[in-house]
């Protein structure tokens, strides 16, 4: 059985960083196949995809977040990173990593960030 577990997020101020990590269990060494991906969702709005990752290390990241983003993986560590700087009261919204393969899909449970003083 395929787990995500989130960590990282928290109370941050305006202009502060977040990592957050995500490490995947019960996936094996196909870990390496899948697409990444954080998705966020803020109260009352639609999930939506923050950065993805592929297998060969091509990323994408929403417009929103361009330069602001980084999105990395450590195969190895079964784990996937996001690093979101100068945070906005915007970025404030559950964050959830995501593995795809095909068909194969699979969820964390979410770590939430706030960006408030």
């Known amino acids: 059985q395929v787990q995500l577990v989130e960590s990282g997020g928290g109370l941050v101020q305006p202009g502060g960083s977040v990592r957050l990590s995500c490490t995947a269990s019960?996936?094996?060494?196909?870990?390496?196949?899948?697409?990444l991906a954080w998705y966020r969702q803020a109260p009352g709005e639609q999930r939506e995809l923050v950065a993805s990752?592929?297998?060969?290390?091509?990323?994408t990241y929403a417009d929103s977040v361009k330069g602001r983003c980084t999105i990395a993986r450590d195969n190895a560590e079964k784990t996937v990173f996001l690093h979101l700087v100068n945070l906005k009261p915007a970025d404030t919204a559950a964050y959830y990593c995501?593995?795809?393969?095909?068909?194969?899909?699979?969820w964390g449970q979410g770590t939430q960030v706030t960006v408030a003083s």
């Open positions: 995501h593995m795809l393969w095909t068909t194969n899909r699979y």
């Open positions: 019960g996936v094996g060494m196909s870990f390496m196949i899948y697409t």
């Open positions: 990752i592929t297998p060969v290390d091509a990323t």
